[in-house]
């Protein structure tokens, strides 16, 4: 099966809406391309801003939900308010949500299964901390984190999984081409294993840590690497050439 190359922008905790309003604009002045899924993910008060802004063939995407419709859960969005927006994504299960704010295998479970189940789209991220690399945890942790949505018995159509090695993100390390090859196969074989071929075949795996303009083109070109989810280089024009390197 042929997987249509997905690139993912995160924009984090970035921006004003000057800064916004320049990403909108290279974003609108490039070709496009229509060989690739192209996904922005601002910060929630820029969401509606960016959707109503970008030019079609750019789609936008949350960077968090939570797991009901609504409620006293103050500071949390809902997949209902992001469907409302008109929008289709959500980022779920980043290592700093994991990390930073101590969101556990499960809540980011119940996270996932709540938006799909309300017609939200997610890009569902795992990956390994550093002492867990080297303690040769790589598979492990990979797994177990997969292994929570695979529990839940989710649809697996509308789910991109996101690999991001957390040693390598914002760190200006970057795995080779060869580490990540090497994770995203052992992921498809597990899918293959606890879902089914089908499945396996289907889903788009992406590489998120250091992508930068320069180290795409050779990532991309690993036959299980469908794209990326990219972090501080999306807040720049060179994004444009990551979208376009598989062109």
Known sequence: ???KFFVGGNWKMNGDFAAVDGIIAFL???AGNDSVDIVVAPPAPYLAHAKA???????VAAQNCYKVPKGAFTGEISPAMIKD???EW???????????FGESDALIADKTVHALESGIKVIYCIGEKLEE???GHTKD???????????KGVSWNNIVIAYEPVWAIGTGKTASPEQAQEVHDWIRAFLKEKVSPAVADATRIIYGG???????????KKPDIDGFLVGGASLKPDFVKIINARN
């Open 133 to 135: 690399r080297e303690a």
């Open 85 to 87: 927006l008109g929008l």
């Open 141 to 151: 942790v990979n797994f177990r984190q997969l292994q929570a949505i695979v529990d």
């Open 28 to 30: 609108n002045q490039s």
């Open 53 to 59: 802004h970008l030019k079609a063939g750019i789609l």
């Open 210 to 220: 250091s992508v930068t303009a320069d180290n795409a083109a050779e990532l991309g």
């Open 1 to 3: 099966m042929t997987r």
């Open 90 to 100: 959500v980022i779920l299960g980043h290592s700093e949500r994991r990390h930073v």
